[in-house]
């Protein structure tokens, strides 16, 4: 687990833009029975979700269709939360960072590490993009 001070800034780069942290597996489960669509971050403190999973998020949401509301967790910091998200992602294989949409409860795009890592943020916002416009 990483201490709460060195995770605090890579934390607010998402909350001081909307998204809402959820801190335990009840949270999780109460966001995703909400109807409509849920953007879930699957937060990291590796260098690919500062340079790319982070600003990629926060840009996608310059869309004229956005997801009902936008959460994440924290890998290494929030262990319930994150457990109980990878449970909802099945079959996907656990990543950090990743990115999930949520239609009514059901998964209907994911973002893997190996689709974040290397690539510019840009391009991340701009699959999010593609996936707000078909789902939300």
């Known amino acids: 687990m990483y201490p709460a001070e060195l995770v605090k800034p890579m934390r607010e780069h998402l909350t001081q833009v909307g998204f809402k942290e959820l801190n335990n597996a009840e949270a999780v489960d109460a966001a995703l029975a909400k109807p409509g669509t849920t953007l879930v971050v699957v937060n990291s403190v ?44 099945v079959p996907f294989p656990p990543s950090s960072p990743c990115m999930a949409l949520f239609k009514d409860g059901e998964l209907v795009h994911v973002l893997e590490r190996h689709h974040i890592e290397g690539r510019p943020a840009e391009l991340i916002a701009e699959n999010l993009k593609n996936a707000y416009n078909e789902f939300c």
């Open 46 to 89: 590796c260098g690919c979700a500062a340079a790319n999973a982070r600003p990629g998020a926060i840009m996608s949401l310059d869309n004229d269709k956005l997801p009902a509301q936008t959460v994440t967790v924290f890998a290494g910091v929030d262990k319930e939360a994150v457990q109980k998200t990878r449970e909802h992602m």
